[in-house]
T-cell receptor
Framework: DTEVTQTPKHLVMGMTNKKSLKCEQHMGHRAMYWYKQKAKKPPELMFVYSYEKLSINESVPSRFSPECPNSSLLNLHLHALQPEDSALYLCASSQPGQGKNIQYFGAGTRLSVL | QQQVKQSPQSLIVQKGGISIINCAYE??????FPWYQQFPGKGPALLIAIRPDVSEKKEGRFTISFNKSAKQFSLHIMDSQPGDSATYFC??????????????FGGGTRVLVKP
């Protein structure tokens, strides 16, 4: 099973709202990632969590706040977003320490900021 | 700074034809080279991947060719089918000190297979 589950699939929010994106995997992976993807562009890395600790923040604005409550779950808390933050948000996971370095992606959350 | 360059940006091929996508990289620290397939509204799905010490890998209709000295690799899709119409991303990974890896994507190629 190589499934990464993201909820919700779609989200519409106003600029003053607070919302959260959720990502779950049960593959025993200890590295989890958030990406942002704009139309016709490749995914851009936002955050990396390794063993439930934030290891990389790619200079993401503070209106995006990640959280890793346990080894299977990754959240992205959203607050005071801008219309340009509208995008597909992808979660991925991988198993650190193995030779193949494969990241498995979820289906994403399509976010629209009005 | 685009560390993985991918071409062409788009490709139209007839059913049964061969689709070829090329990628080039600069960073010699990359240690694994996956290809991802993405359909509209879906996340990228791993298609096939290769280590830099292997020159070719084939899985069904998909083949990766890898040239380490030239720092280039390519994806060949044989007998292309309409269901192969998707965006394809080449990528390169670099192991992180803490754990996991950093994935650098090419710009993507939109493939359209005409019936």
């Amino acid at each position: 099973d190589t499934e990464v589950t993201q909820t919700p699939k779609h989200l519409v929010m106003g600029m003053t709202n607070k919302k959260s994106l959720k990502c779950e995997q049960h593959m025993g992976h200890r590295a989890m990632y958030w990406y942002k993807q704009k139309a016709k562009k490749p995914p851009e890395l936002m955050f990396v969590y390794s063993y439930e600790k934030l290891s990389i923040n790619e200079s993401v604005p503070s209106r995006f706040s990640p959280e890793c409550p346990n080894s299977s779950l990754l959240n992205l808390h959203l607050h005071a977003l801008q219309p340009e933050d509208s995008a597909l948000y992808l979660c991925a996971s991988s198993q650190p320490g193995q030779g193949k370095n494969i990241q498995y992606f979820g289906a994403g959350t399509r976010l629209s900021v009005l | 700074q685009q560390q993985v360059k991918q071409s062409p940006q788009s490709l139209i091929v007839q059913k049964g034809g061969i689709s070829i996508i090329n990628c080039a990289y600069e960073n010699t620290a990359f240690d694994y080279f996956p290809w991802y397939q993405q359909f509209p509204g879906k996340g990228p799905a791993l298609l096939i991947a290769i280590r830099p010490d292997v020159s070719e890998k084939k899985e069904g209709r998909f083949t990766i060719s890898f040239n380490k000295s030239a720092k280039q690799f390519s994806l060949h899709i044989m007998d292309s089918q309409p269901g192969d119409s998707a965006t394809y991303f080449c990528a390169a990974t670099q192991r992180l000190k803490a754990a996991g890896n950093k994935l650098t994507f090419g710009g993507g190629t939109r493939v359209l297979v005409k019936p």
